[in-house]
């Protein structure tokens, strides 16, 4: 099975090599401690060109990425030269073959759910009021919460995620791709998307958040998570027996079955019923 562990993009020591074996607390840094822990894969928070840093600026700034300008363009922030295109590319292809050559596997958390700035997206510029969805008083819709939702139920949208995807897939030799809010995307769109990436890599991972958000596109065609029966081999995070394990960071009264909230058992059934198992155990996370 399995076993992601989650990471931030910093630049930084990779850790290996005989000087970096151990720490003064006997703890092995960098892939060797990933490696310790047992995981094979790792995924790291989005890497595509993001427009809340300035490239130009040292040391540069900081930002978790869910701002994209540019989805097949690796994030020249992280590069040892932003002001040199090749850097970025070269060397993002170069941290994803030294992942490999130590047996570990990349999984790239992708957000084609919005653009940074929906006016100035090149989408837009090239064919406006396309490639975003907008409400019936005309305007944008706003199911992500940050200003704009892409609309991937339309052609051309869809060609440019699969497109994007298979870029990462065929250049950077990704491993395997998790969704950022999913649930704004239709069905068909993320179905296309995972038989894409399993045709490429048998083994590869594809799992997403199914948040069922207010987007301007009809409930049923989303790819949520009451949806998760139409998209057997995609993986879903699972907001509900999280919830019921551990607590839910929104009700700090709800502590959750391991810490001592017993009253909720009686929902473990109901909960069991909704995990789904996709390729490769993917299935609904937690």
């Given at each position: 099975m ?10 930084g020591?990779?850790g ?13 840094p ?6 310790d ?26 930002n978790?990425?869910?701002?994209p300008?540019h ?6 922030s992280?590069?040892g ?11 993002c ?8 050559a ?16 929906a006016e ?6 090239l064919?406006?009021?396309?490639f ?9 819709s ?18 440019y995620?699969?497109d994007?995807?298979k870029?990462?897939m ?13 649930g ?11 038989e894409l ?6 083994d590869s ?5 199914g948040?069922d958000l207010d987007?301007?596109?009809p409930?049923?065609?989303?790819a949520?998570?009451d ?9 879903f ?11 839910s960071?929104m009700?700090?009264?709800?502590p959750?079955?391991?810490n ?11 909960l069991?019923?909704r995990?789904c198992?996709?390729?490769?155990g ?5």
């Amino acid at each position: 099975m399995p076993i992601t562990r989650a990471v931030c993009t910093r630049k930084g020591n990779s850790g290996h090599g005989p000087k970096w074996e151990k720490n003064r607390e006997a703890v092995s840094p960098g892939l060797t401690y990933i490696k310790d822990l047992g995981a094979t894969h790792v995924q790291i928070l989005p890497l595509q060109d993001f427009g809340s840093v300035d490239e130009t600026e040292y040391p540069p700034a900081y930002n978790w990425g869910y701002d994209p300008i540019h989805h097949f363009v690796p994030e020249g922030s992280y590069a040892g030269d932003p002001l040199d295109p090749t850097a970025k590319v070269k060397e993002c292809w170069q941290f994803i073959n030294h992942l490999h050559a130590h047996g570990l596997r990349l999984v790239l958390d992708v957000v084609y759910n919005h653009f940074y700035n929906a006016e100035t997206s090149p989408l837009s510029i090239l064919v406006p009021g396309y490639f975003f969805r907008f409400t019936d008083s005309g305007e944008l819709s706003n199911g992500t919460g940050v200003g704009n939702d892409t609309a991937s139920e339309r052609g051309m949208m869809r060609k440019y995620i699969l497109d994007s995807l298979k870029h990462w897939m065929d250049f950077y030799h990704v491993d395997g791709f998790r969704f950022d809010l999913m649930g704004i995307h239709d069905i068909e769109t993320i179905r296309l998307a995972e038989e894409l990436v399993s045709e490429r890599k048998k083994d590869s991972l594809f799992y997403g958040e199914g948040w069922d958000l207010d987007t301007s596109l009809p409930p049923e065609q989303r790819a949520t998570l009451d949806h998760a029966g139409e998209l057997p081999a995609v993986g879903f995070f699972n907001d509900g027996v999280r919830d019921f394990s551990k607590g839910s960071h929104m009700d700090l009264a709800n502590p959750g079955f391991v810490n001592g909230g017993g009253e909720n058992a009686a929902e473990l059934p109901f909960l069991s019923k909704r995990l789904c198992t996709g390729r490769n155990g993917a299935g609904s996370l937690v």
